[in-house]
């Protein structure tokens, strides 16, 4: 009896040890990497991307994708599109199945994460529904790695929704596909995505737009600093004095609507796909156009062609604010409501960025000290745009660039300050007035005598 007792204490013993060293090593390994499925609902389609961690990958697959991963797709592309195919069935209410078309693989390196650095297959697909039926209810028949590996999970989020406003920076989950331990079965998760309408599309991309815009310090910088001259006259080779109000709007329209058709015509070209720029390239030229804008603002290098300069540069930033959309793959209908919305909300704010800003240079402009801002105003933009060129150039940061990002944080102070200046310019003004006209009496008062009228001598 003793002998059992001993047997059995042993075992418990042994089994207790056991337990706390696995708790041990649990509580201090890693988690295995999950995977992610993205959607983005379009009109008739929904875009998928999987993010699927090699490590588990290779468990359910039985091939050795760690091994020169880099040449993974090459490799075995071939037997990755069949087997993800194979597992990802997506399927009406009622029963029916959807086309799902594989487009493109790629390993990439993870490099922030909980479980630590791993690396993963991110891949492609389209999933299109029967004739007639919505790409917003159905059931997402997937167990990629899940059906092989029982502890692993996929968590499924929409990443874009145009019809409900939803950006791809923004995603919500909408559910997450694993192991049902009571069935030991796999169930399909049911995605019910709320209808949205195009008119919630259209306004986000106006709203959109605006945030481009308010957040596009370059852009802005480059067309004050253009407008900076605007209200003055040429008068031999230097910037003269101020034009006048009528001659100062006329031309700062000019200068405005052909910036604005400048990048229109851009923005949609790149927006549809028809032409791309690398995007360094054209954040360098963007700094650039702010350079040569500096140098015309301290001195007139292309006096009277300002509407050519700002419809040609325009060109440049039309091609920066087409890569918010290029990304977006909609339909035809979809497509034009953006470039529409997205090109509207930039003119909005720009109009209100005008608004705020020219009446105060109009009415500065009439005062001696107009120049000097001017001068300061050129200098700024000039040091600006050349910290960014060498920042955009080297893709390091320096200290110019986060200044100047720093200080556009203070915008708003900064048209406040503008407009305390042109405020007291005027009472200044008046002030100076109100002197010469005052001495003007004293001397004509000097020269009067009763008896003989005005001494000229």
Avoid at 26 to 50: C, I, R, T, W, Y
Avoid at 56 to 66: Q, T
Avoid at 133 to 142: D, E, Q, V
Avoid at 217 to 246: I, Y
Wanted: include cysteine.
């Amino acid at each position: 009896m003793k002998a059992n007792f001993a047997i059995k204490f042993s075992r418990l013993f042994v089994s207790t040890l056991l337990f706390c060293l696995a708790g041990i090593i649990n509580a201090n390994a890693h988690p295995m990497p999950n995977s992610v499925v993205l959607l983005d609902v379009k009109g008739d389609v929904v875009s998928v991307e999987l993010q699927l961690p090699l490590s588990e990958l290779e468990l359910a697959f039985g091939h050795d994708v760690n091994l020169d991963s880099e040449d993974l797709v090459k490799r075995l592309g071939v037997q990755l599109e069949c087997y993800i195919l194979k597992h990802i069935q997506p399927v009406t209410a009622d029963g029916k199945p959807w086309a799902v078309t594989l487009q493109d693989m790629k390993v990439e390196p993870i490099l922030q994460s909980e479980s630590g650095p791993y690396k993963e297959l991110t891949a492609h697909l389209v999933m299109a529904p029967p004739e007639g039926a919505s790409t917003r209810n159905f059931l997402f028949n997937y167990d990629v790695i899940i059906h092989q590996v029982s502890n692993h999970f996929a968590l499924v989020s929409v990443r874009q929704d145009w019809d409900n406003g939803l950006s791809q920076n923004h995603p919500y989950q909408v559910g997450v596909v694993r192991l049902d331990v009571p069935s030991n079965k796999i169930l399909p998760l049911q995605v019910n995505i709320q209808q949205g309408s195009l008119w919630t599309g259209f306004t986000n991309m106006l709203g959109l737009g605006i945030q481009h815009i308010k957040e596009g310090t370059d852009h802005l910088l480059f067309l004050l600093t253009l407008l900076l001259p605007a209200t003055l006259v040429v008068n031999r080779k230097e910037w003269g004095q101020f034009g006048g109000v009528g001659y100062s709007l006329v031309r700062i329209c000019k200068i405005v609507t052909a910036f604005t058709l400048g990048h229109s015509v851009t923005l949609l070209i790149g927006a549809a796909g028809i032409a791309h720029v690398p995007g360094r390239l054209i954040e360098v030229l963007i700094a650039l156009s702010i350079f040569i804008s500096a140098i015309h603002a301290y001195k007139p290098i292309f006096r009277g062609k300002e509407v050519f300069i700002a419809a040609g540069f325009g060109l440049i930033h039309g091609m920066a604010f087409a890569e918010t959309l290029v990304n977006l793959n909609l339909d035809a209908w979809r497509t034009g409501l953006s470039i529409l919305g997205f090109n509207l909300g930039i003119e909005l704010m720009q109009l209100f960025i005008i608004a705020i800003t020219i009446p105060w240079l109009i009415i500065l402009s009439r005062a001696n000290l107009y120049k000097g801002i001017r001068v300061a105003g050129a200098i700024i933009a000039a040091v600006a745009s050349v910290g960014w060129i060498i920042e955009r150039v080297t893709d390091t940061p320096n200290a110019i660039g986060s200044t100047v990002m720093a200080a556009a944080g203070y915008a708003q102070w900064l048209v406040f300050g503008l407009a305390i200046i042109s405020i007291l310019s005027l009472f200044v003004k008046v002030e100076r007035n109100n002197v010469a006209s005052s001495l003007s009496k004293l001397k004509k008062d000097a020269l009067y005598s009763p008896a003989k009228g005005y001494n000229r001598n």
